[in-house]
């Protein structure tokens, strides 16, 4: 098909909006033609069959002269037909049929006038009659579209006209008049229907330009393309974009079938169904739009749209197809990345709350239809808040990344994950599992995700915590069991983080518990509710008291004490760790800045608290409110500060360093870091936990050996060691045995207030406090009735137990600590000894001279008591009680000798 007459094609496309031509739409073409011809036609029958008529009357040869009128009318109508031609072709248009007629008609018309133009039949007014009819249709024809020429036409045929009367008379005047009539009023009629075609013919005219302007911006716009088929299907005419994604040359598809050059991409994409659309629109000659149709070239999925309809000719017979494509790859990326953000997490390619939330309600109607259940995982990261506040966040969006892959590897097909939002992950398990296997997946989860990360320069140990809940017994909507997920994850916090529980019914109670307890918390420091309380702390080695460690009591008004490990956990998730540990941290070096400047003070910092920019501020500011020296200050970290290891870390910890102020590192080999940060971080203390003091005691005990290891270590390092939790005098000699510096625990008292510490604070500072426990002797238990002297002054006393280095005897008397007695014992003697603990009415008295253990053992043998002289046993001794209320105290003065 040639390039003109495409063009002229794909012009009326786009006027008739490829569709069946319609009747009127191109009549301008032919309307000036048709119109002329009828209106030549008219005028000469009507004047023909006017002076056909008068010739008849007057000759009376009526056949004769019609025929010969009509024949010597082919003259008008030869010269109107050339001049309507004409007059057509000028305009820019024509019609080939309507042309060819009225030639035809000019040329029989013109061919009878000439042969009786001669005729022996002709007289001169029949020749006058036939030029005057020719001359007034054609100049008629000349004029019909210029009013004003028409106008100056008439005057003259009415000149015409008044000649003929006197010429031929009055029939001539009136046929002139007539004439001259219609063609005034002929004139302006067509002028007006000439003036509409013609503005109709320029309107369309710039219709098509600026259709061809269009189509030319349409073909370079470069997304977009036009094609042309013809009626077998076949590509007439296709622009070079579409060549170019398809990787071929534009020419090289012409004369292919339109559907085969996309049958080979039929199993591309995931819109499979566009080719099959497209067939049975074309077949079907139908209007199509945008038939999606998925192509790969090259390696690289593409996304094509076409719309197109059927071409019919001027007879109505179908001739093609043409229409336009366009190249929907990016559209459909950028429909692909909005899907993306609105069902998935940005960050970690997981489904995100929204999209998890409808699949997990999906998988819980599935499970109520097929009573299997549904399990959800829900995952915590451990620690994650300190890496984001050290590390920054770019770090932090890193690990997630890595979790969410982790995550991903240990899940693979048996379910699906998504993200809830910061360090919160949720697995939803789509297979049928029991809880064993459950239990497996968590367990393995956590352990996958407590492995170190490598994230940039640094290396990073978080751990998972997983609560999880069945569903739809536990939770039949996704927002209940989430609910109960987190309830279990909790718990499982609450078990040491590092755990996963099952959700039980017990744990909606606790939360709301300690939901209770959180508010109670936020206003428990402004009504007094809370207390620093101190436990002692001994220089085993020295026999003397260290110091304190200061520690946070709550005294609930309901619920009475509340225990630290219930309510430091929620202070620390909810943000009040903060302003807690800066009130006891002001509060300790405030009490312990009115004792001696030996006894040092030690305050916790939690990890959360320790990570505050600030707290190196804080404790200055502490240290100059109390005006207490910085070495007396020991901030007690745990190792869990250290599972980051961050320029954040080391900075806090140097600026303290040189403050003054001493760091001790508490709970030792109960976290994970490296035995390095002992000296990087320059602690002089080292406390070993209480869970490797039981059994200390017993030479065969398997923590003696890690007990001995750490003394050694921190001997090496030039560090002290304090043991936390002896509770007996034997596990106090055993740590003094091992080398441990210092120990804390009941052993030397429970944590009492500042008055009760002062007091101790006081009485060993003045040598009337107690001295540092020792193994207890072996002892016997007796109820034996003795005397106590104190001040020489004799009181009644019981005998509980006797060993021989001492005894616990119970009497009303005025006894104090360090006071020196004598204890006389019927049967046995009199001893001398201190008074080493009071409690109540009862006292230890520490012998001065230590007796032989195998005289108290001979001493409490149970002897045969004497019969009475029936034969009976003797009467026991009265109770203790009332042998004292029966004795009066003696006074006993000092003999000279004395």
């Known amino acids: 098909m040639s390039a003109p007459r495409l063009e002229y094609r794909r012009r009326k496309l786009i006027l008739r909006g490829g569709g069946q031509p319609t009747a009127g739409q191109n009549e301008w073409q032919v309307a000036v033609p048709s119109r002329s011809v009828a209106l030549q036609l008219g005028l000469y029958m009507l004047c023909l069959f006017g002076l056909a008529l008068w010739r008849a009357i007057e000759l009376r040869s009526t056949p004769g002269i019609v025929i010969e009128l009509l024949l010597y009318g082919g003259i008008a109508a030869l010269l109107g037909s050339v001049l309507c031609v004409a007059l057509s072709q000028r305009q820019g248009e024509s019609s080939r049929r309507d042309a060819g007629q009225m030639q035809l008609l000019a040329v029989l018309g013109a061919v009878g006038a000439l042969l009786l133009l001669n005729s022996p039949l002709s007289s001169p007014e029949i020749r006058l009659w036939i030029a005057l009819c020719s001359l007034t249709i054609a100049g008629a024809a000349c004029f019909l579209h210029a009013p004003c020429a028409a106008g100056s036409y008439a005057a003259i045929v009415l000149l015409g006209t008044i000649i003929s009367h006197a010429r031929l008379g009055w029939p001539g005047a009136v046929l002139g008049l007539a004439a001259a009539a219609m063609v005034v009023a002929v004139a302006r009629v067509q002028a007006a229907a000439f003036q509409q075609s013609i503005r109709k013919a320029r309107e369309t005219e710039e219709r098509a330009r600026t259709a061809q302007a269009v189509l030319r911006s349409f073909e370079e716009s470069g997304s977009n393309w036009l094609w042309e088929s013809d009626e077998s299907g076949c590509l007439a005419y296709v622009s070079p974009q579409f060549g170019e994604l398809l990787g071929q040359d534009h020419q090289s598809l012409v004369g292919k079938k339109l559907v085969d050059l996309f049958r080979p991409h039929m199993g591309s994409g995931d819109h499979k169904s566009g080719l099959p659309i497209l067939e049975f629109n074309l077949a079907a000659r139908l209007v199509f739009r ?14 094509l ?12 017979q179908f001739v093609g197809y043409s229409g336009i494509g366009a190249d929907l790859t990016d559209a459909r990326r950028s429909e692909n990345q909005a899907r993306q953000l609105a069902l998935f997490d940005t960050l970690t390619g997981l489904a995100n709350r929204a999209h998890f939330h409808d699949t997990l309600d999906d998988l819980l109607e599935r499970s109520k239809k097929r009573l299997s259940p549904c399990v959800l995982l829900f995952i915590d990261l451990d620690r994650f808040k300190l890496v984001n506040d050290t590390l920054g966040h770019p770090v932090g969006d890193e690990l997630l990344r890595a979790v969410a892959g982790r ?17 919160e992950f949720v697995v939803v398990i789509t297979e049928t599992a029991n809880r064993t296997a459950i239990s497996n997946l968590a367990a393995r989860l956590i352990s996958d995700l407590s492995a170190p990360y490598m994230v940039g320069d640094s290396q990073i140990i978080i751990g998972a915590s997983i609560g999880i809940a069945t569903g739809p017994h536990e939770g039949a909507t996704s927002d209940d069991l989430l609910r109960h997920a987190d309830l279990a994850l909790y718990a499982a916090k609450q078990a040491g983080r590092g755990a996963y529980r099952f959700y039980e019914a017990s744990m909606r109670t606790a939360a709301e518990t300690r939901r209770s307890l959180e508010m109670d918390l936020r206003g428990a420091l402004a009504s007094d509710q809370l207390q620093v309380v101190y436990q002692p702390i001994f220089d085993v080695q020295q026999d003397r008291l260290a110091g304190f460690e200061a520690l946070l009591r709550w005294s609930h008004p309901v619920r009475g004490m509340v225990s630290p490990e219930q309510f430091i956990p929620i202070a620390e998730e909810s943000g009040l760790i903060s302003s807690l540990g800066e009130w006891v941290l002001r509060t300790a070096c405030m009490e312990a800045g009115q004792w001696p400047e030996h006894i040092r003070i030690a305050v916790n910092l939690s990890p959360v608290q320790f990570y505050n920019t600030g707290l190196s501020s804080t404790v200055m500011s502490a240290l100059a409110s109390s005006q207490i020296t910085p070495d007396r200050v020991e901030l007690e970290i745990t190792e869990g500060v250290f599972l980051q290891e961050t320029n954040t870390t080391r900075l806090t910890l140097q600026q303290l360093h040189e403050m003054g102020v001493r760091l001790a590192l508490d709970d030792f080999g109960t976290g994970y870091s490296s035995l390095g940060y002992l000296r990087k971080a320059s602690f002089s203390k080292i406390k070993i936990d209480r869970s490797f003091i039981r059994g200390i005691d017993s030479p065969d005990g398997e923590n003696v050996p890690i007990v001995r290891a750490v003394v050694a270590l921190a001997d090496s390092l030039g560090m002290i060691t ?14 003094r045995n091992i080398g441990c510096t210092q120990v804390q625990g009941f052993a030397y008292g429970k944590p009492m207030s500042y008055e009760a510490a002062s007091a101790l604070v006081a009485s060993m500072e003045s040598g009337t406090g107690h001295a540092i426990l020792k193994p207890r002797e072996t002892r016997v238990s007796m109820f034996r009735a003795a005397r106590l002297i104190a001040d020489d002054i004799e009181y009644p006393a019981v005998i509980r137990n006797l060993s021989a280095g001492g005894v616990m005897a119970e009497a009303e008397a005025p006894l104090k600590l360090g006071m020196e007695v004598r204890l006389a014992i019927p049967n046995f003697g009199e001893l001398e000894g201190a008074v080493r603990w009071i409690q109540g009415a009862r006292a230890g008295i520490l012998f001065n001279e230590k007796i032989e253990f195998e005289a108290v053992k001979n001493f409490t043998r149970k002897k045969k008591r004497p019969a009475t002289a029936e034969g009976a046993p003797a009467k026991p001794p009265l109770p203790a009680a009332q042998q004292m209320a029966a004795e009066q105290p003696r006074r006993r003065r000092k003999s000279a000798s004395r």
């Not at 038939?291 to 996304?303: A, F, K, S, T, Y």
């Not at 749209?305 to 007879?315: E, I, K, Q, V, Y």
């Not at 995550?407 to 360090?423: F, M, P, S, T, Y």
């Not at 304090?722 to 740590?735: F, K, S």
């Open 290 to 303: 945008e038939v999606i149709l998925p192509v790969r070239v090259d390696g690289n999925q593409r996304w």
């Open 305 to 316: 749209s076409l719309s197109g309809g059927p071409l019919f000719d001027a007879r109505n």
């Open 407 to 423: 995550i991903e590897n240990v899940i693979k097909d048996k379910g699906r994950a998504g993200r809830l939002g910061g360090d």
């Open 722 to 735: 304090t043991a936390e939790g002896a509770e007996t005098p034997e596990e106090i000699h055993a740590l």
